[in-house]
């Protein structure tokens, strides 16, 4: 979209999509399996398994650093949503 931007909000910490699976399932207590799976033929070339975010963009732009670490985001969040969406 003209005129807007991606910018990314982040610590700057290595993830890997299963430890960030196994952070939400411990954060919300659930007894859910995680299943890695290979990615359907053809999908290879962009399948992402580790995720580092930099938010020097951010930074730059606005002068905001942000300061929690992943799993503290993931419990606010999942907090916050707990309590606007459950009745």
């Not at 931007?5 to 890997?16: D, F, K």
């Not at 954060?27 to 995680?34: A, F, K």
């Amino acid at each position: 979209v003209e005129g807007c931007e991606i910018i990314n909000i982040a610590r700057g910490q290595e993830c890997t999509i299963k430890m960030l699976a196994e952070e939400i399932v411990s954060l919300t207590g659930s007894r859910s399996q995680i299943a890695c799976i290979n990615p359907p033929a053809g999908r290879y070339d962009f399948e992402v398994s580790r995720r580092i975010g930099d938010s020097t963009k951010l930074e730059r732009l606005v002068g905001f650093v942000p300061g929690i670490d992943l799993r503290e985001g993931l419990r606010r969040t999942i907090e916050d949503w707990r309590r606007h969406h459950t009745r």
